[in-house]
């Protein structure tokens, strides 16, 4: 191979293992298992939403049979997000911090309708 040829193959590998690296950099972070409890004894209609600089980066809906659970899809993501559970039409916004820590975020709905999230 001649020295130039060598050059240019070495830059392009070279360009593709930063460009590369720099990926994982980007990546969601943290995954984070939520499961939605609900606490009371009548099915709730809930919508769960993670929301970061007011755009939705989650969203998830079920009908929570009385005194049941569930598990929701994971959240891929860390830093500070506000937590929107929506209720059978009322909301309730919590800011929670994601972090590599989390394995799963439990999110309650207790007998009065209101929410818990975390905790």
């Known amino acids: 191979m001649n020295r130039r040829f060598r050059q240019v193959a070495l830059a392009a590998l070279l360009a593709v293992l930063v460009a ?27 919508t769960v939403e993670i929301v970061q600089d007011g755009e939705a980066q989650y969203t998830s809906e079920k009908t929570l049979p009385a005194e049941a659970q569930a598990d929701l899809l994971t959240f891929e993501g860390s830093g500070e997000y506000t937590v929107a559970v929506t209720v059978d039409g009322t909301t309730t916004e919590q800011t929670h911090e994601f972090s590599s820590d989390d394995d ?13 999230v975390g905790g």
Do not use: K, P, R
Not at 104 to 116: H, M, P
């Open 20 to 46: 590369s690296a720099g990926c994982s950099a980007f990546g969601g972070g943290a995954t984070t298992n939520l499961l939605l409890v609900n606490n009371d004894e009548t099915q709730h209609d809930v």
């Open 104 to 116: 799963t975020l439990s999110i309650g709905v207790q007998n009065d309708g209101s929410v818990i």
